[in-house]
C-alpha cells in the first residue's frame, strides 16, 4: 500500500514540475485564491465580475477585471478549468514563451471583463437585465480564447455525418453546447473570449503587445531563466563545465563584438544541430515588415556563420499543438451567479 501512494506521489510530482513555467505559475495561483478564499476571504461578490458595480463604482472596481478570472467556486470548477487550462496554456507558452504567456492572460483577463461589462450596460439599456447583477468568476473565458487561437492557426476539417465542418468554427460551436449542457455557464464570458481569440489571431492587439527586444531581455535577465520557456519556443540552455557549452545571457545585449555572441551559441554535439535561443522567434521577426533589430542581426549572422561550419546543422521548433475542447463546469451557486 506504502509503495503505491509512492508510486502515485511520485507521478503528481512528474506531472507537476512538466508543466511549463508560465502555466505552473497560473495554475499555483488558481489553488492560492481558492485557499484564501476558503479559510480568509470568502466574498467571491468582491471579486467576481458584476457590471452594475463596476459601473456604479468603476475606481474600487478595478481588481475585479483581474481577480475574476483566478477565482473558483469550488473544486470541481477548479479541476475542470485547470485541466483544460493545463493543456491549452501548455502548447500555447511553447510557442510564445513564459513571459509573454503571462502577459497575454493578463490581457485576455481584462479585455474579457471590459467585453463584459460594456455589453451587458448596452442590453441593460435595450431592456434586458440579465447580466447587469450578474457575478461571474473562472478563467474559461481565457481558455475559450486559447481554443479559438489554436483552432484558427491550426485549421483542419472534421467531417460529421458527411457535413464538412471547419475548426475555425469549433469555439463557436464549444460555445453553444457548453451553453446547453450548463444554462449557469457565463455566455458572455465564454463569447468574450473566443472574441478576444479572434482580435488576438487577427492581429488587432498587436499595439499593446510588448516588442520582441523587450520580451527577449526580460527572458535573459530572470535569474531562473533556465526554468522558463523562450518567445520562439527555445529555451535558454544550463552551463556545464563539462562540455564546451555556454549560456546566452546578459552580455548578448551588452556586448558588440560578433565574435563574441558566436561564443554564446549553444551546441548540441549529439544531435549535430544548432539551437540558437531566439532563432524561430528570428525567423517571425524575418517575415514581418518592419525591419531586423540590430541584436536580432547579430544574431541571425552568427547563426548563420556557424550553421554554415557544422554539416548537417539544423533548427526546429516543436510545436505540439492538439486543438482538442474542453468543459465548464458549473455548480448552484447566489442567484444570478455564473461560472467561467
Known amino acids: 500500500m506504502d509503495v503505491d501512494v509512492?508510486?502515485?506521489?511520485?507521478?503528481?510530482?512528474?506531472?507537476?514540475?512538466?508543466?511549463?513555467?508560465?502555466?505552473?505559475?497560473?495554475?499555483?495561483?488558481?489553488?492560492?485564491?481558492?485557499?484564501?478564499?476558503?479559510?480568509?476571504?470568502?466574498?467571491?461578490?468582491?471579486?467576481?465580475?458584476?457590471?452594475?458595480?463596476?459601473?456604479?463604482?468603476?475606481?474600487?472596481?478595478?481588481?475585479?477585471?483581474?481577480l475574476h478570472s483566478f477565482i473558483h467556486a469550488n473544486v470541481i470548477h477548479i479541476i475542470f478549468n485547470s485541466i483544460a487550462l493545463i493543456h491549452f496554456s501548455s502548447n500555447f507558452e511553447k510557442d510564445v514563451g513564459s513571459v509573454l504567456l503571462l502577459y497575454i492572460v493578463f490581457v485576455f483577463t481584462v479585455l474579457i471583463a471590459i467585453f463584459y461589462s460594456f455589453t451587458a450596460k448596452i442590453l441593460s439599456i435595450l431592456f434586458i437585465d440579465k447580466w447587469?447583477?450578474?457575478?461571474?468568476?473562472?478563467?474559461?473565458?481565457?481558455?475559450?480564447?486559447?481554443?479559438?487561437?489554436?483552432?484558427?492557426?491550426?485549421e483542419t476539417i472534421k467531417y460529421i455525418r458527411g457535413i464538412e465542418i471547419p475548426s475555425k468554427y469549433n469555439p463557436l460551436i464549444l460555445l453553444v453546447i457548453t451553453q446547453l449542457l450548463w444554462p449557469k455557464a457565463s455566455f458572455l464570458g465564454h463569447l468574450g473570449g473566443i472574441i478576444v481569440g479572434y482580435l488576438y489571431n487577427l492581429e488587432l492587439l498587436d499595439k499593446i503587445m510588448p516588442e520582441h527586444d523587450t520580451i527577449y531581455s526580460i527572458e535573459l535577465k530572470l535569474n531562473f531563466s533556465s526554468m522558463i520557456n523562450h518567445l520562439g519556443g527555445v529555451q535558454l540552455p544550463i552551463y556545464d563545465d563539462r562540455n564546451e557549452y555556454a549560456q546566452l545571457n546578459d552580455d548578448l545585449f551588452q556586448s558588440g563584438d560578433e565574435e563574441d555572441i558566436?561564443?554564446?551559441?549553444?551546441?548540441?554535439?549529439?544531435?549535430?544541430?544548432?539551437?540558437?535561443?531566439?532563432?524561430?522567434?528570428?525567423?517571425?521577426?524575418?517575415?514581418?515588415?518592419?525591419?531586423?533589430?540590430?541584436?536580432?542581426?547579430?544574431?541571425?549572422?552568427?547563426?548563420?556563420?556557424?550553421?554554415?561550419?557544422?554539416?548537417?546543422?539544423?533548427?526546429?521548433t516543436d510545436t505540439n499543438i492538439n486543438p482538442n475542447t474542453t468543459t465548464t463546469t458549473t455548480n448552484e451557486a447566489n442567484t444570478n451567479n455564473e461560472l467561467l
Open 132 to 154: 447587469m447583477n450578474s457575478c461571474t468568476i473562472g478563467i474559461s473565458g481565457v481558455l475559450f480564447a486559447f481554443i479559438t487561437i489554436e483552432s484558427l492557426q491550426n
Open 262 to 316: 558566436s561564443a554564446k551559441l549553444y551546441f548540441d554535439d549529439e544531435n549535430t544541430s544548432v539551437r540558437t535561443p531566439l532563432v524561430d522567434a528570428l525567423k517571425n521577426e524575418s517575415s514581418s515588415s518592419r525591419p531586423p533589430s540590430v541584436i536580432s542581426t547579430i544574431l541571425q549572422n552568427s547563426a548563420d556563420r556557424t550553421t554554415s561550419n557544422m554539416p548537417g546543422a539544423s533548427t526546429s
Open 6 to 66: 509512492k508510486e502515485a506521489i511520485d507521478k503528481i510530482k512528474k506531472w507537476f514540475f512538466s508543466m511549463p513555467f508560465g502555466t505552473k505559475t497560473i495554475f499555483i495561483s488558481i489553488l492560492t485564491f481558492y485557499i484564501l478564499k476558503v479559510f480568509w476571504v470568502n466574498e467571491i461578490e468582491d471579486t467576481c465580475i458584476n457590471p452594475d458595480i463596476m459601473w456604479n463604482h468603476i475606481i474600487t472596481s478595478l481588481p475585479r477585471y483581474i
